[in-house]
């Protein structure tokens, strides 16, 4: 799935373009406000805009504009004057929804959008520009919670066609590398209870992966670990998974943890490494923006060709990769090594 951009080949396509940061950053302060879980929690699953006057403790000037502009970008439906969800935002933008993607969104406004506003300082410099280093995320327990939900909106979506993706069968234990809070994991042993959880993540992490263990109700089903994988050394398990973690790293960096990931996989299992991979042929504008989110706020990360993961895994060791499409945007190498 593409997004379609506007046709450049015109003055008004050129400025429909230029001007998309205003209908994203609409939608960012609509989550920010929780609009859309109030909505989707008012007595008659919708409101006027005199209602979400009252329920936001808005101001009121513009309101009906921001509301309107928001079900012309169809992620609210207006009838009669009442604003409801579209069927996309009930199952993905209301806080209390098993599929909320909000977390992400979030972080998007906090952190990203801040940042993409110094791409031309990023650009010239090479330096990132969020101002705030994942160390010091992990000493703030709200902006590390902020982190989390960012994680755990991609793991909502992707848990399930990973899980679809790869045979579990035969197996007995899965790994999670920078799992953060364990909320794929708990997918995965939820959905293959043969298997033995385990998740490494720095120390800070431990007790949000208590606090979700006891929240799904698998409490002893996922192991958490702290430590950082490039100093300590990683659990061992038949399969380890690396999933939106190597594009934090630069070329050297992601070498190395897959040479390190061949050492915590068990003779006869399996590196599942995905992320948002670039093809040869700038197609994905999705990717590109994520590659370019890795320049504004990690000190040389990207995203990378799957060539380039299968190189590092053939030079590891690993027998035999497989690259597959997963999902919408991701790619998903899985490197097996002989019994």
């Given at each position: 799935?593409?997004?379609i951009p506007p046709?450049v080949?015109?003055a008004a396509g050129?400025l429909?373009?230029?001007?998309?940061f205003c209908?994203a950053?609409?939608l960012?302060?609509a989550?920010?406000?929780?609009?859309?879980?109030?909505?989707?929690?008012?007595?008659?699953?919708g409101?006027?805009?005199?209602e979400?006057k009252g329920?936001l403790?808005?101001?009121g000037r513009?309101?009906?504009?921001?509301?309107?502009?928001l079900?012309a970008?169809?992620?609210?439906q207006?009838?009669?004057?009442?604003?409801?969800?579209?069927?996309g935002?009930?199952?993905h933008?209301?806080r209390?929804?098993d599929?909320y993607?909000?977390?992400?969104l979030?972080?998007?406004?906090?952190n990203l959008y801040?940042a993409?506003g110094?791409?031309?300082e990023?650009?010239?410099?090479g330096k990132?520009?969020?101002?705030?280093?994942?160390?010091?995320v992990?000493q703030?327990?709200a902006?590390?919670?902020?982190?989390i939900?960012?994680?755990d909106?991609f793991?909502?979506?992707?848990g399930?066609?990973?899980?679809?993706?790869?045979?579990?069968?035969g197996?007995t234990s899965?790994?999670?590398v920078?799992?953060?809070r364990?909320?794929l994991?708990s997918?995965?042993?939820?959905?293959?209870p043969?298997?033995?959880g385990?998740v490494f993540?720095l120390p800070?992490m431990a007790?949000?992966?208590?606090?979700?263990?006891e929240?799904?109700?698998i409490?002893g089903?996922?192991?958490?670990?702290?430590?950082s994988f490039?100093?300590d050394?990683?659990?061992q398990?038949e399969?380890?998974?690396?999933g939106?973690v190597l594009?934090?790293w630069?070329?050297?960096?992601r070498s190395?943890?897959?040479?390190k990931a061949?050492?915590?996989v068990?003779?006869?299992g399996?590196?599942?490494?995905y992320?948002?991979m670039?093809?040869?042929?700038?197609?994905?504008?999705?990717?590109?923006?994520?590659?370019?989110?890795?320049?504004?706020?990690t000190?040389?990360g990207s995203?990378?060709?799957?060539a380039?993961i299968?190189?590092y895994?053939?030079?590891a060791?690993f027998?035999?990769?497989?690259v597959k499409?997963l999902?919408?945007?991701?790619?998903l190498?899985v490197a097996?090594?002989?019994?």
């Amino acid at each position: 799935m593409t997004t379609i951009p506007p046709d450049v080949s015109t003055a008004a396509g050129i400025l429909r373009l230029g001007n998309a940061f205003c209908d994203a950053k609409a939608l960012l302060t609509a989550v920010e406000l929780d609009l859309f879980t109030q909505l989707q929690e008012a007595p008659s699953g919708g409101a006027t805009a005199e209602e979400i006057k009252g329920l936001l403790s808005l101001h009121g000037r513009g309101l009906s504009d921001f509301l309107d502009l928001l079900v012309a970008l169809k992620v609210l439906q207006r009838t009669d004057g009442v604003y409801r969800n579209a069927p996309g935002t009930a199952k993905h933008l209301v806080r209390t929804g098993d599929a909320y993607v909000g977390g992400f969104l979030l972080r998007s406004s906090r952190n990203l959008y801040p940042a993409w506003g110094r791409l031309e300082e990023a650009l010239r410099t090479g330096k990132q520009q969020s101002g705030s280093h994942y160390d010091e995320v992990t000493q703030n327990p709200a902006i590390l919670r902020q982190f989390i939900g960012s994680m755990d909106a991609f793991t909502n979506v992707l848990g399930a066609q990973l899980i679809e993706a790869f045979d579990w069968s035969g197996f007995t234990s899965v790994l999670d590398v920078g799992g953060a809070r364990g909320n794929l994991c708990s997918q995965i042993v939820k959905a293959q209870p043969h298997l033995a959880g385990h998740v490494f993540d720095l120390p800070e992490m431990a007790p949000f992966a208590k606090e979700l263990a006891e929240e799904l109700g698998i409490p002893g089903k996922v192991e958490f670990h702290g430590g950082s994988f490039f100093s300590d050394p990683l659990p061992q398990a038949e399969i380890v998974v690396m999933g939106h973690v190597l594009h934090d790293w630069d070329p050297s960096q992601r070498s190395y943890l897959i040479h390190k990931a061949y050492d915590a996989v068990l003779p006869g299992g399996t590196l599942l490494v995905y992320d948002r991979m670039l093809d040869d042929e700038p197609e994905h504008a999705e990717n590109l923006v994520i590659s370019l989110d890795m320049l504004l706020v990690t000190d040389g990360g990207s995203e990378y060709p799957a060539a380039e993961i299968v190189g590092y895994a053939e030079h590891a060791g690993f027998a035999g990769t497989e690259v597959k499409l997963l999902g919408d945007y991701d790619t998903l190498v899985v490197a097996r090594k002989a019994a």
